[in-house]
């Protein structure tokens, strides 16, 4: 568990982070942003491998774990981008190694689009620059409303999620992990910390909406990875590769949506490679 930090995001929203290992003003900083329905410490293992060499912070994003829920929002990606923003501001982490996973990768790269003078370096971790779709939002809202809450134990959670749940193709023993994660005791049971109204009004911001644009205008060394079974396909993320200014790839085998927990050893060998090779002496 990272040290737990409370920070003032977008519109003064407490929000809050851990940070991994001793933090050190001189060393680089790393902010890790979490994908939608996730929490910041499912970066820990990231988060302890990177903080020998970088001051390293995982944020709840807005909606999300332990942060702020404004009941009205705004939840577009142009707040959740200030938030990231504050963040690094506020924490004196810039110029950051800005990683994220889905919802987070969409986060880090507006940020770096909007302030190239807080970003070094960038990870795109499975998250597509084209539009979900309508039709995408209708079956995720049947989904989050076909969860069997509240659940009777926290093995229960870990069991539907990664291995009953309809709409998996095969037993996925981290995304069991992931949700298990973001579940806490509530009356009655087991439920998400979040609110799953909230989760389809942040998905709206990239269901709806394409952000090549954006894409088009980071300047910083980026890395754009998938799973080579994830929800990010192979011919997008070379076109989102294209698009960047400065642009590479990398793919990771026997990974689905969560390549850093699924795949650990081999997320952490992809990191290594683009830190080590790209940007940071």
Known sequence: MGRVIEVAGYGELPLVAREFGRGSASRPGALLLHGLMGHGEHWAETGRWLAPRFRTVALDQR????????????FDPAAFAADAE?????????????????????????????????????????????AIGAEAQRRWRRWLGSWPLPFASIDEVRAWFGEHDPTLRRPDPARGRFFAEVMARRAGGWRPVFSREQILAVREGFAFDAHWEELAEVSCPTLVVRGVDGELGRAEAQEMVRVLPRGSYADIPGAGHLPHMERATAWRATLRHFVEGALIP
């Open 86 to 130: 504050a963040v690094v501001e506020r924490l004196g982490l810039g110029p950051v190694l800005l990683v994220g996973h889905g919802l987070g990768a969409l986060t880090a790269w507006r940020l770096a689009a909007r302030r190239p003078d807080l970003v070094r370096a960038l990870v795109i971790c499975e998250m597509r620059a084209s």
């Open 63 to 74: 909606g999300h774990g332990r942060s702020g829920k404004p009941p009205a929002g705004p």
